[in-house]
């Protein structure tokens, strides 16, 4: 059995790996802004007077200076992929944990892990990537991550279904959990998007299949944190609630979920601050989901000197940051149509 010092160290590792995704993807964009290159300057004015000025310079026609084309949808590109990011790293590391115990029974039960690897791997790629184009392999990354989830949502219906009851309370509580393959296909879904927003003409609104791009991520943020909301609350439910901190996750998504539906159908250019301060609490909560996860799993028999027990067996440490990661895209979408008021 591992030291306790070992133990200190894993733990210790898994939340920095956590942190830095989420501090990269809280930073506002300025590393983009530091890698694309920086518009050209105006012109300067002459000191001297008017009469004294050459025509080609009276005849300069005014306006702004230029800006660089595509540098505020990469912006967006790019913060997409780190909210792909932190969905694949949480899938990743739960679908470990819960197949495991459920000892890798049919061996379609890895395909998940591999997915979600290769996910995470092409969404730290695709944020240090600042490059105005879409990439076909990322694209083809996240297609397939996004058709995993749909065939896993299938294959634990079928679980839960094909147990004695079929679908009651009790195969909902403790069959295979029907919301968590939906998590990778948020993961491909958003991924895929961002590649669609980074690959938008300069000068052009960024669109995903022909819809405005802010509008789309906004809408399909909203209803993915409905869908996690209703897995968090199924779970807490089985709980019974036993500590008053197990209705946040039942409480403050849905309420942004109704801010980002309400931010993807209102008019252009309304004031969103209240949104963006609600899907920043939702990243902390996220993270402090988490630590309130890890504290359950001490209180379990044995503590933490049983962990290789309890955290199978207590409450899923990698479900939490399932909220950060959408609250990041909610953040992008709404820069995103900061930037192009039409998106």
């Given amino acids: 059995m591992a030291s306790n010092a070992e133990r200190i160290l894993a733990l210790s590792a898994l939340g920095l790996i956590v942190g830095a995704v989420i501090k990269a993807a809280l930073d506002g964009g300025g590393r983009e802004e530091a890698l694309l290159p920086s518009p050209p300057k105006p012109a300067r004015q002459s000191a001297l007077p008017p009469a004294s000025r050459s025509p080609a310079v009276n005849c300069a026609p005014a306006g702004p200076p230029a800006t660089v084309p595509g540098k505020a949808t990469v912006r967006a590109a790019r913060r997409l992929n780190r909210a792909a990011a932190v969905l694949a790293f949480s899938v990743l590391a739960d679908s470990a944990v819960e197949h495991y115990r459920g000892s890798f029974k049919n061996k379609a039960m890895y395909t998940p892990l591999a997915v979600s690897t290769a996910a995470l791997a092409t969404s730290i790629h695709g944020t240090a990537d600042s490059r105005p184009a879409a990439h076909r392999l990322r694209d083809t990354v996240y297609a397939i991550a996004a058709a995993t989830g749909i065939i896993g949502s299938g294959f634990h219906l079928y679980n839960v279904t094909k147990k004695t009851g079929g679908l009651n309370w009790q195969n909902l509580f403790y069959g295979a959990p029907l919301g968590a393959p939906f998590a990778i296909l948020l993961a491909g879904l958003l991924g895929f998007c961002s590649e669609r927003v980074r690959d938008a003409p300069p000068g052009a609104t960024p669109k995903i299949f022909g819809l405005p791009a802010g509008r789309t991520m906004a809408a399909v943020t909203s209803l993915g944190l409905l869908g996690t909301t209703g897995e968090a609350g199924l779970l807490h439910f089985r709980g019974a609630f036993h500590n008053p901190l197990m209705l946040l996750p039942v409480t403050l998504p849905p309420a942004g979920a109704a801010l980002m539906a309400d931010a993807a159908?209102?008019?252009?250019?309304?004031?969103?601050?209240?949104?963006?301060?609600?899907?920043?609490?939702?990243?902390?909560?996220?993270?402090g989901g988490t630590l309130l996860h890890a504290y359950g799993v001490s209180r379990?028999?044995?503590?933490?000197?049983?962990?290789?027990?309890?955290?199978?067996?207590?409450?899923?440490?990698?479900?939490?940051?399932?909220?950060?990661?959408?609250?990041?895209?909610?953040?992008?979408a709404l820069g995103l149509m900061d930037d192009h008021p039409d998106a």
Wanted: charged letters at 15%; a positive charge.
């Fill in 265 to 287: 159908g209102g008019r252009p250019g309304r004031d969103l601050r209240l949104t963006r301060l609600w899907m920043r609490t939702l990243v902390v909560m996220g993270l």
């Fill in 300 to 332: 379990a028999m044995g503590g933490w000197r049983n962990w290789s027990q309890n955290v199978v067996d207590g409450p899923p440490l990698p479900a939490p940051p399932s909220f950060a990661g959408l609250a990041l895209g909610a953040l992008a």
